[in-house]
């Protein structure tokens, strides 16, 4: 028996915290989730259970051979006490990759999309908590649940007769982090930070200039992306939530493309970038923009021709007959853009070969950019 306090007004002395945490969310159902050998027995009977229904359940499990029928009537009895449905799942101890996808599949069995979650991971073997966290971030991805929040009844930390409740949900905002930080590795969308930042106490409108920004940029528009994410850097710098403040130096590494001097810089820096992630068309397409760009600042006059379509029209035209290089970026650009097979049998052995098209991006930017 343990005192669970969960805050300063709720506390419960019982043999099992499940029934303390039923009694703090008052859930709709609870489904209890055990091995053939877990102790069904104890739960049970300490729950009140019917005592010839437990005699044939504790020889079950002292042979680790309990089945549904035998937990059939014990958790209708429970239903009928707690006054919500309740259901019992067996699972494999978890010992291989095969028994540890099998909880996932029993699990994924017994809810339904859309549903609220909360996962009770005290009692059980050690590993299993492990197991729960994955199951919450499968169960949240391809069911489609909604995981409220993982609780802990840290009997071990028991102090002055109470043992408090932990709140494990924190551990599965930062796998989001994670796999923001794996999505931008891929793509780099940095708008996926947007929601997170907001939600670890950003203000909202700032946060979703990181998204703004992020759509200008993959919009092939980086003068309005750096408009825009000059106004939210200095927020990213300052931010200190519990969350983001792990992760905020990899992030501004990851948007301070912007603080190049001039507009050429920054698409190269991000031709560069879209070229390591393997992002090919837009490397091209920033590594084209900038050799404009470029051409552009060089020509005699106004230096903001460069935002004027013919005259970077006409800037580009001078440019490539001093420069024969840019006429293979040029094909090589067109190529990815509209899936057409080049003239330029050269340029066409490169598109065949990933390794190829790689290297002459960073040949081409070499030779262009010297």
Not at 24 to 36: N, Q, S
Not at 56 to 74: F, H, I, N, T
Not at 110 to 115: L, T
């Amino acid at each position: 028996m343990a005192s669970y306090r969960f805050d300063a007004g709720f506390a419960r002395s019982v043999p099992f915290f499940g029934l303390a945490l039923n009694d703090y969310l008052k859930p709709d159902r609870l489904v209890l989730v055990g091995t053939a050998g877990s102790m069904w027995d104890v739960f049970f009977e300490r729950a009140g259970g019917d005592d010839d229904a437990m005699l044939e359940l504790m020889s079950a499990v002292e042979a680790g051979q309990v089945d549904d029928r035998l937990l059939d009537l014990p958790r209708l009895q429970l239903a009928a006490q707690l006054g919500i449905p309740v259901d019992c799942l067996l699972i494999p101890y978890a010992r291989d990759a095969a028994e540890q996808s099998e909880i996932l599949r029993r699990l994924a069995s017994v809810v339904q999309p859309g549903e609220h979650l909360s996962i009770d991971v005290t009692h059980g073997f050690r590993h299993l908590p492990m197991l729960a966290l994955v199951a919450a971030r499968y169960l949240g991805r391809v069911v489609g649940v909604q995981i409220d929040e993982l609780y802990y009844g840290a009997l071990e930390m028991t102090a002055d007769g109470e043992t408090p409740v932990l709140r494990l949900g924190g551990l599965l905002a930062m796998l989001d982090w994670v796999d923001a930080l794996a999505t931008y590795d891929k793509d780099g969308d940095y708008g996926v930070f947007a929601p997170l930042l907001a939600a670890d106490g950003m203000e909202k409108g700032r946060a979703e200039l990181l998204a703004r920004a992020a759509y200008f940029e993959r919009t092939s528009n980086p003068v309005r992306a750096r408009e825009t994410l000059s106004g939210v850097f200095s927020s990213v710098e300052a931010h200190a939530g519990a969350l983001g403040g792990l992760f905020a130096e990899t992030l501004r590494k990851r948007i301070d493309w912007f603080r190049g001097p001039k507009r050429d810089d920054w698409e190269l820096s991000l031709a560069d970038a879209y070229r390591e992630r393997g992002d090919y068309l837009r490397s091209a397409t920033f590594l084209y923009e900038a050799f404009i760009t470029r051409a552009c600042f060089e020509r005699p006059g106004n230096p903001n021709d460069f935002n004027d379509f013919k005259k970077r029209k006409d800037a580009y035209a001078v440019a490539r007959s001093e420069k024969p290089a840019v006429a293979q970026l040029e094909y090589l650009r067109n190529g990815l853009a509209h899936g057409v097979r080049p003239r330029n049998d050269q340029v066409v052995r490169t598109l065949d070969d990933e390794n190829e098209l790689r290297a002459a991006l960073k040949t081409l930017r070499k030779h262009l950019f010297p």
